[in-house]
């Protein structure tokens, strides 16, 4: 039954990840409805300053649901968040043919601060609770 749980959560977290890395900009110059609709989601720089956040607090925290022992682990936990958000960026770049730009660095900066938020407050929860420590994994 647990490996079933594992599994769900897996297959959640592979979800998740499509979700974030879609390079959706390019998509949308390619399908105009498509576009419509994200150029009205994302219309400032705000509304995709929060998107990332966003995104990377569901990333953040579904890794740490799945793989507990990464509070133990916190080199390891932001390796794996900067790969996605690495992995985001670099995506949108191969789509739209162009070089890194500043906005590009503040996007994993932005994934980063989230996730460090999720994982800030997993440990101080940790903390405050001795009965839920990490299993270390």
């Known amino acids: 039954m647990a490996h079933r749980s594992i599994f769900a959560r897996l297959v959640l977290l592979v979800v998740l990840l499509i979700v974030v890395l879609i390079p959706y900009g390019s998509i949308a110059e390619r399908l105009p409805w498509f576009g419509a609709i994200v150029n009205g989601l994302f219309a400032s720089e705000a509304a995709h ?25 916190p080199w390891l936990y932001f390796g794996l968040i900067l790969a996605v958000a690495l992995a985001q960026e670099g995506l949108q770049l191969l789509m739209k043919g162009r070089g890194v730009v500043l906005n590009d660095i503040t996007d994993i900066g932005t994934d980063l601060v989230a996730a460090g938020l999720v994982f800030a407050l997993a440990r101080a929860a940790t903390r405050s609770s001795p009965s839920r420590s990490p299993v270390v994994e």
């Open 49 to 73: 300053a929060v998107a990332h956040t966003l995104g990377f607090i569901a990333v953040g925290t579904f890794l740490l649901r799945i793989f507990p022992g990464l509070l133990a682990r």
